[in-house]
């Protein structure tokens, strides 16, 4: 083993990479691998760069021995991609198979992964002594991360196709919606954000207080689209530095208001924002509105939807606005939810619009799961009622009192 | 294994769980391979879906939530029951008990009560497959709330007989299905009356148990019958099983065009709380019924797709999936388990008929 053979493999692996437009050729690219390390398997993973929080495996190669490490493999890779250190070590399978695994990360920022190499456990020793391979792996890493970036962003208009033909834009989440929940006992939270163009404009956030309590926001630019998305994330940052303020929600958006009304009236666009402090110890929540779609409570105690009251003027609308905040006290198992324009304009083939009346008759339909389940359902049943026809940004946020 | 409906079968696919006639009898049997006659009489028996399997998922085990030669049992048992009341005689309390608490400790002992299994049924035996599905339903229900083994002896014996009464109607109510709103003729509305008398007429049957016969048609906002009984009026029994017995009529109801018939009988029953059923029982059934049983292909948010292999009790919309399609439609020889109840980036977003 040598120089001659790591090059080899860097060759074939360009090779398979720039000639091929099939996703298989990763399967084939791990192949090569375990071909040049006398492996027995090899897995190939990436952090899904289009949501956060989950990965995927873009390939895989097994010489032709059975035994299945598929559970064992995925534990490790992930790891291996949260810390973003090499991993090697030995493990024992679910048949009490014993293995030599190495598993290595790849790439920075928005691009991470890690290929996993098993080895029969007596070919440790081997692996170990030879530096030559261990040094190449770093080499290997590089290699593998620039031909699966080469392939996410030059084969992209395949990758756009299979997006669009899955259901509707779930997939992908917008950067202005929140990627983890906060943890926070007796709340149950669910939020989704379904967005009509690539890039969303509305906006969701679910902000940790001081002292237990959260922070819930939901704004939508309108006018959607890249200029509506670059105005929401210039409001985001604002508004995360004043929530985490003492301020209350009036005097936030009253201050939002003044920072954006400028920039806002020269791009002719206005922003609709609900803003509310939840209290889970005495389920009370204390909120201010600006021209943003009443949010709408279901009461355990009598079954009935209400909607919130609580009116404002829409941020842009004048250079100083001064809000009011308004109080509401949820009961255990009652549900809220805050949504956006986009979820009741969902049109259906006959152009009749979902309407805050369909939401609430969807939601009257699964009240008793939780919120994340209610969320699911909600999601689908406004995927299903337009046909995967969304005209604009659909967003929502469902809490629950537990 | 997984679920079909009778229509979509064809010739070649392989049966994938015995279904039984209420006398115990094979009708229908595991691993055959199913024949232009097998769909005859399918469609002769009335039977509107079957579990098939294939070698895509012949590994995929659904287990029911108690043994099926319990069930079968069961079964028989009922029909024995209910036959001898309408020869006149009494019911063989002792030997109900038995086959009670032998459910009963199958549904204790088990850590994970889901209900993952559809309880397929031929029509023409459908009362005794009825009443013994509602009675393991409402087990479930009553695990769930904490009952002890006593009282979910007498819950399941009531909810056994709930329709013992229809053995006095005048028609041959034996055969034949309920339709979901209960069939709302003076005639028939007395069988709740017939089924309390003939319960309470048995010195081995609990008054509990008895006035499930009676009160399992209240409604909780107090329009039901024969009483119009409202809210805590109604006996706890009663009210749990008028929970299961809904939602056992609503699966053996539907028809082949209806999707996920499952999750249209769960928005059935919390669209009714308040109104039809208690709002916290249903909550407490809804948290043991799959959504997504066990073997279902789904798609998740990320593109990838998989199989339903485990659901947790608590949270059905949140199952492990085992992942073998990545997404861009590479399909791996074996797959690998994500738990959606821990990894909350994910999340179902269609299932089987829809990919």
Known sequence: ?402 | MRIISTGKIRPGMIVGKNIYSADGRILLKKDVIITEGYLAQLDRLDIPYIYVKDHIDEDIVIDDVIKEESRVEAVNITRRAIEKIHRGRDIDVPEVKTVINKIVDELLGNSNLVLNLIDIRAQGDYLYGHSVNVAVLSGIIGVALNYNQIMLRDLMLGALFHDIGKTKLNRKIVEGKNSADSSGTAENKKHCQYGFDILRANAGISLYSAHVAYQHHEYFNGNGYPRGLKGQEISEFARIVSVANTYDIFLSNVREEEETSILKAAEYLTANCGAIFDPEIVAVFLKRVAIYPIGTRVLLNTGEKGFVTKTHKNFPTQPVVCVDTNLFDVKFNQGYDVDLSNKKAYFIIGCEENI
């Open chain 1, 1 to 402: 083993m040598g120089d001659k053979k790591e090059i080899n493999l860097f060759f074939d692996i360009y090779d398979l990479a720039f000639d091929a437009a099939k996703p298989e050729i990763f399967n084939d690219i791990v192949e090569k691998v375990v071909a040049y390390l006398g492996a027995s398997s090899c897995s190939l993973w990436i952090n899904n760069p289009e949501i956060a929080g989950t990965e995927t495996k873009l390939g895989y190669y097994n010489n032709g021995n059975d035994k299945d490490i598929s559970q064992l493999d995925y534990g490790i890779s992930c790891r291996t991609m949260a810390s973003k250190e090499p991993n090697i070590n030995k493990a024992v399978d679910g048949q009490k198979n014993k293995w030599f695994y190495i598993s290595y990360p790849f790439g920075e920022n928005d691009l991470t992964g890690c290929f996993t190499i098993w080895f029969e456990e007596n070919l440790e020793n081997d692996f170990r002594q030879s530096g030559e391979k261990i040094k190449g792996l770093a080499k290997l890493a590089v290699i593998i991360k620039n031909v699966v970036s080469h392939f996410l962003t030059y084969k992209r208009f395949d990758y756009k196709r299979i997006i669009q033909e899955l259901s509707a834009a779930e997939k992908i989440q917008s950067s202005l919606v929140p990627t983890k929940k906060p943890d926070i006992p007796n709340v149950g939270i669910g939020a989704r954000s379904l967005v009509a163009n690539e890039v969303g404009g509305d906006y969701l956030d679910l902000i940790q207080l001081d002292n237990g309590k959260l922070g819930i926001a939901v704004g939508d630019a309108m006018g959607m689209g890249i200029p509506g998305a670059f105005v929401m994330l210039t409001a985001r940052a604002i508004f995360r530095l004043l929530a985490k303020s003492k301020a209350e929600p009036e005097e936030i958006l009253g201050q939002l208001n003044i920072c954006l009304t400028p920039e806002l009236i020269q791009q002719n666009m206005f922003i609709s924002l609900f803003y509310g402090v939840y209290n889970p110890q005495n389920r009370n929540l204390k909120y201010a509105v600006a021209g943003h779609n009443p949010p709408i409570i279901f009461r355990r105690s009598n079954r009935k939807m209400e909607d919130l009251e609580g009116r404002g003027l829409v941020i842009g609308g004048k250079h100083q606005i001064s809000y009011n905040s308004f109080n509401a006290t949820l009961e255990k198992g009652d549900l809220m939810i805050i949504y956006t324009d986009g979820v009741k304009d969902i049109r259906n083939k006959s152009n009749k619009s979902f309407g805050a009346e369909g939401i609430k008759r969807v939601l009257s339909n699964y009240v008793e799961y939780d919120a994340e389940g209610i969320s699911n359902c909600l999601a689908h049943a406004l995927v299903k009622y337009c046909n995967n026809q969304l005209n604009d940004d659909a967003s929502f946020i469902i809490l629950k009192a537990e």
